[in-house]
T-cell receptor, first 115, second 117 residues
Framework: DTGVSQDPRHKITKRGQNVTFRCDPI?????LYWYRQTLGQGPEFLTY????????KSRLLSDRFSAERPKGSFSTLEIQRTEQGDSAMYLC???FGTGGPDTQYFGPGTRLTVL | AQTVTQSQPEMSVQEAETVTLSCTYD???????LFWYKQPPSRQMILVIR??????QNATENRFSVNFQKAAKSFSLKISDSQLGDAAMYFC??????????????FGKGTKLSVKP
């Protein structure tokens, strides 16, 4: 079990560019979550997948954001036309849930800086 | 909507001493879970301890224990025999057990814990 991995760890981009982040969950984990964490704040929920189905999206997830989880394995989070306000740490977490309590395991995050 | 409040932005403790981190939350639900996560500097977040709301007994994990007061909506974390490796940001988090928003965690702003040698 290698844990949740995220790539890249750091991304610097110019305003208006598109960026894509990848998350590889712990194998056999059916649930996958994306959070955003800005400086001095706790993580804020963005979206949630159970297997390949995107079951919930936060209002924080504007139309410029899209997430996928093809085949219920890895997930990607894309931000189009980035803005300076998108600068944050993007965290991915995974868990194995069957309806009862499940523990979310977090990845190291992708730090995005929009210039 | 549920909210989580951590009123102590920073705390400090002497090595080997005990420290308590505070957390309060607001919810109208009766079935939920509460968590404490630790985020060391430049490292990923890890679960410290978990409490099911329907359990009256306070959860304990080695040197970490909680004081769960459901009526007061309070969920504090006690760290005993503090070690240098305990220095980190600590986040309190809430998760409903009802359908719809069953998955996501709602976090507080965190408490930065420093451990003095």
């Amino acid at each position: 079990d290698t844990g949740v991995s995220q790539d890249p760890r750091h991304k610097i981009t110019k305003r208006g560019q598109n960026v894509t982040f990848r998350c590889d969950p712990i194998s056999e984990h059916n649930r996958l979550y994306w959070y955003r964490q800005t400086l001095g704040q706790g993580p804020e929920f963005l979206t949630y997948f159970q297997n390949e189905a995107q079951l919930e999206k936060s209002r924080l997830l504007s139309d410029r954001f899209s997430a996928e989880r093809p085949k219920g394995s890895f997930s990607t989070l894309e931000i189009q036309r980035t803005e300076q306000g998108d600068s944050a740490m993007y965290l991915c977490a995974s868990s194995f849930g069957t309806g009862g309590p499940d523990t979310q395991y977090f990845g190291p995050g992708t730090r995005l800086t929009v210039l | 909507a549920q909210t989580v409040t951590q009123s102590q932005p920073e705390m400090s403790v002497q090595e080997a001493e005990t420290v308590t981190l505070s957390c309060t939350y607001d919810t109208s639900e009766s079935d939920y879970y509460l968590f404490w996560y630790k985020q060391p500097p430049s490292r990923q977040m890890i679960l410290v301890i978990r409490q099911e709301a329907y359990k009256q007994q306070n959860a304990t994990e080695n040197r970490f224990s909680v004081n769960f007061q459901k009526a007061a909506k309070s969920f504090s974390l006690k760290i005993s025999d503090s070690q240098l490796g305990d220095a980190a940001m600590y986040f309190c988090a809430y998760r409903t057990n009802y359908g719809g928003s069953q998955g996501n965690l709602i976090f507080g702003k965190g408490t930065k814990l420093s451990v003095k040698p």
